[in-house]
């Protein structure tokens, strides 16, 4: 196991040129993180001082197992609502409350992601296209949006889709708070005015761009400070403002959390699919900063490091966690320089637990809502339904699917829509794969389309390119395709299958190029490969195919047209 989990490379070489750097890092993203892990923690439908747990020991085992320097680990947005989803019916079935069910279920995603890496299933992921992964995100931060609107109108409604909260929006807007209205709409103006406009601001002011950037960063923390001073200063619990309440002092109290079986099999699936998301989000984050520095990203041990992450929020009252695209991103561009700024984030964190907690009763619940609906604004990106749709319509399919179907049915079904129409449009279009007669380009020995380009072909000679492997959704469709070119052309005598797109060839499609070659045998016509790449050479060497076969196979195409240009039928002689 050591080559696994070694010593971290990063902690063999940390010095003291690297501490001032990651200390500041942390300092910064300390700043952002207490916020923000409130707020996904309400969003969780959780205590608030669970975003703050998890924020702390997650921290400290992603740094061991991990593979990148500044991916920065704990709540995040998306999978704070899909926890919200994953515990609902558990409440409504009565198995267990809302942080046990959370507990579990960060354990069971942490032994979904050891498990995955263990069996090095990192490639799993790959099924999640990226129109899919857009789709969902999009969605999903429209549906938390809406969601936070009740704590911004001060109103109980409530709903897990988007038409039952704005059902439950319209039901209550009689019902809206004015108090709270004004905090929510308050903190929501300066929050956008801050990030809009402040930093462009500032810098015009003479302030550094890295300067600057903290300051709005900091937003989010200046607008709690404000908040608070003002329910204090207005009594607005007493006006009807809902407030955070009295939230424990001191740091999490280790614990192993349920494992009813009833339990597991509830939230067992939900746990797979918050591991697969949170795995391709924090992944993708990381390869994407990790290319910035020229730094290697290896997804299977990912797989470790989130695992571990996830398993030390199990067992310290928090809920699952992944790697956050914000937070990483200031961590990188604060000048983090290794994990270790993750552990004094974590240090950071702690100290907040142990000192601030009891300022924070007085925090208005809109001012959490007006933070978390900021942040995930920026997660929506409708315009890619426009660019999707230029460039591929069955991607756009599974974007827009993805999108309604979550906005309309849930996170959990919106997602596997997408999957499953994915799966199904590749199906779909691989057992139609794009095939070309082709033909040589004057002075070269290049073979192109003959409908697009101007080529040379061979009399009694056919070419066909085809460009997907073959298997047993398009193994049919070949051989139509090639009865239908061989019936156009009653002179013919070769028929070469150029493969240069052929990375296999499974049992069914062997059958079907048996029939291809049984069938064109049987019409006096020869039936050739060319360009087969070596390992699908292979195993046709090892089946009877190739001692059957009615013609040869050539290294390359124009090999085969050198070849087949000579053995032509005999000019018909004039009787005299």
């Given at each position: 196991?050591?080559?696994?989990?070694?010593?971290?490379?990063?902690?063999?070489?940390?010095?003291?040129?690297?501490?001032?750097?990651?200390?500041?890092?942390?300092?910064?993203?300390?700043?952002?993180?207490?916020?923000?892990?409130?707020?996904?923690?309400?969003?969780?439908?959780?205590?608030?001082?669970?975003?703050?747990?998890?924020?702390i020991?997650?921290?400290?085992?992603?740094?061991?197992?991990?593979?990148?320097?500044?991916?920065?680990?704990g709540?995040?947005?998306?999978?704070?609502?899909?926890?919200?989803?994953?515990?609902?019916?558990?409440?409504?079935?009565?198995?267990?409350?809302?942080?046990?069910?959370?507990?579990?279920?960060?354990?069971?995603?942490?032994?979904?992601?050891?498990?995955?890496?263990?069996?090095?299933?990192?490639?799993?992921a790959?099924?999640?296209?990226?129109?899919?992964?857009?789709?969902?995100?999009?969605?999903?931060?429209?549906?938390?949006?809406?969601?936070?609107?009740?704590?911004?109108?001060?109103?109980p409604?409530?709903?897990?889709?988007?038409?039952?909260?704005?059902?439950?929006?319209?039901?209550?807007?009689?019902?809206?708070?004015?108090?709270?209205l004004?905090?929510?709409?308050?903190?929501?103006?300066?929050?956008?005015?801050?990030?809009?406009?402040?930093?462009?601001?500032?810098?015009?002011?003479?302030?550094?761009?890295?300067?600057?950037?903290?300051?709005?960063?900091?937003?989010?923390?200046?607008?709690?400070?404000a908040?608070?001073?003002?329910?204090?200063?207005?009594?607005?619990?007493?006006?009807?403002?809902?407030?955070?309440?009295?939230?424990?002092?001191?740091?999490?109290?280790?614990?192993?959390?349920?494992?009813?079986?009833?339990?597991?099999?509830?939230?067992?699936?939900?746990?797979?699919?918050?591991?697969?998301?949170?795995?391709?989000?924090?992944?993708?984050?990381?390869?994407?900063?990790?290319?910035?520095r020229?730094?290697?990203?290896?997804?299977?041990?990912?797989?470790?490091?989130?695992?571990?992450?996830?398993?030390?929020?199990?067992?310290?009252?928090?809920?699952?966690?992944t790697?956050?695209?914000?937070?990483?991103?200031?961590?990188?561009?604060?000048?983090?320089?290794?994990?270790?700024?993750?552990?004094?984030?974590?240090?950071?964190i702690a100290?907040?637990?142990?000192?601030?907690?009891?300022?924070?009763?007085?925090?208005?619940?809109?001012?959490?809502?007006?933070?978390?609906?900021?942040?995930?604004?920026?997660?929506?990106?409708?315009?890619?339904?426009?660019?999707?749709?230029?460039?591929?319509?069955?991607?756009?399919?599974?974007?827009?699917?993805?999108?309604?179907?979550?906005?309309?049915?849930?996170?959990?079904?919106?997602?596997?829509?997408?999957?499953?129409?994915?799966?199904?449009?590749?199906?779909?279009?691989?057992?139609?794969?794009?095939?070309?007669v082709?033909g040589?380009v004057?002075?070269?020995?290049?073979?192109?389309?003959?409908?697009?380009?101007?080529?040379?072909?061979?009399?009694?000679?056919?070419?066909?390119?085809?460009?997907?492997?073959?298997?047993?959704?398009?193994?049919?469709?070949?051989?139509?395709?090639?009865?239908?070119?061989?019936?156009?052309?009653?002179?013919?005598?070769?028929?070469?299958?150029?493969?240069?797109?052929?990375?296999?060839?499974?049992?069914?499609?062997?059958?079907?190029?048996?029939?291809?070659?049984?069938?064109?045998?049987e019409?006096?016509?020869?039936?050739?490969?060319?360009?087969?790449?070596g390992?699908?050479?292979?195993?046709?060497?090892?089946?009877?195919?190739?001692?059957?076969?009615?013609?040869?196979?050539?290294?390359?195409?124009?090999?085969?047209?050198?070849?087949?240009?000579?053995?032509?039928?005999?000019?018909?002689?004039?009787?005299?």
């Open positions: 196991m050591r080559p696994r989990f070694p010593v971290p490379d990063w902690a063999r070489r940390y010095d003291a040129s690297l501490l001032g750097a990651d200390v500041m890092a942390a300092v910064i993203v300390t700043v952002m993180l207490i916020p923000q892990s409130l707020a996904y923690a309400m969003l969780a439908g959780l205590p608030p001082e669970t975003g703050l747990y998890a924020s020991l997650p921290l400290v085992a992603y740094a061991q197992f991990g593979s990148s320097r500044v991916l920065a680990v709540p995040v947005a998306v999978v704070s609502l899909m926890t919200a989803s994953a515990v609902a019916p558990v409440l409504e079935a009565g198995l267990a409350s809302a942080p046990a069910a959370a507990l579990t279920l960060a354990a069971l995603s942490g032994a979904v992601l050891v498990g995955m890496g263990l069996l090095r299933l990192g490639f799993l790959n099924f999640l296209s990226h129109p899919v992964i857009s789709g969902f995100i999009t969605a999903s931060g429209l549906l938390i949006a809406a969601g936070q609107l009740r704590h911004i109108l001060g109103v409604a409530g709903g897990g889709t988007l038409p039952g909260i704005v059902a439950g929006l319209a039901e209550q807007i009689g019902a809206v708070n004015p108090a709270t004004a905090v929510g709409a308050g903190v929501l103006a300066f929050l956008w005015a801050t990030r809009c406009c402040l930093k462009r601001g500032l810098v015009g002011l003479g302030l550094s761009a890295g300067l600057a950037g903290g300051i709005v960063r900091a937003a989010p923390v200046a607008a709690i400070a908040t608070i001073l003002a329910s204090a200063a207005f009594d607005l619990g007493a006006r009807g403002v809902a407030l955070v309440g009295e939230i424990p002092r001191g740091l999490p109290v280790p614990g192993l959390p349920p494992f009813a079986p009833d339990l597991v099999l509830a939230l067992l699936p939900s746990a797979v699919l918050i591991s697969v998301i949170g795995f391709v989000e924090s992944v993708s984050v990381a390869q994407t900063l990790a290319a910035k020229r730094e290697r990203i290896r997804p299977d041990r990912e797989l470790f490091g989130l695992g571990a992450a996830n398993f030390a929020a199990a067992f310290t009252s928090g809920y699952p966690v790697g956050g695209f914000a937070r990483s991103v200031v961590n990188y561009e604060a000048g983090a320089q290794s994990p270790a700024a993750g552990i004094f984030t974590a240090l950071g100290l907040a637990t142990l000192f601030l907690t009891p300022w924070l009763a007085g925090l208005p619940q809109a001012t959490l809502a007006a933070t978390i609906i900021l942040a995930v604004l920026s997660l929506v990106d409708l315009p890619a339904l426009r660019r999707t749709w230029r460039y591929s319509r069955p991607d756009f399919a599974a974007m827009l699917t993805t999108i309604l179907v979550t906005l309309g049915l849930g996170v959990e079904q919106g997602i596997t829509a997408g999957v499953l129409l994915s799966l199904a449009l590749y199906l779909w279009r691989t057992s139609r794969p794009h095939s070309a082709v040589r004057p002075g070269t020995g290049h073979f192109r389309n003959i409908e697009r380009h101007q080529v040379i072909t061979t009399p009694g000679v056919l070419a066909l390119r085809v460009d997907e492997s073959l298997y047993f959704a398009n193994a049919r469709f070949l051989e139509d395709r090639i009865a239908a070119l061989v019936a156009d052309r009653p002179g013919l005598r070769h028929v070469v299958l150029m493969c240069p797109a052929v990375n296999e060839i499974d049992a069914s499609a062997l059958e079907s190029l048996e029939e291809i070659n049984r069938r064109l045998s019409a006096g016509i020869r039936f050739h490969l060319s360009e087969v790449k390992p699908v050479m292979d195993r046709l060497h090892r089946s009877t195919f190739l001692s059957h076969l009615t013609g040869e196979v050539f290294l390359s195409q124009h090999e085969a047209d050198c070849a087949l240009a000579g053995d032509q039928p005999p000019e018909p002689q004039k009787l005299s």
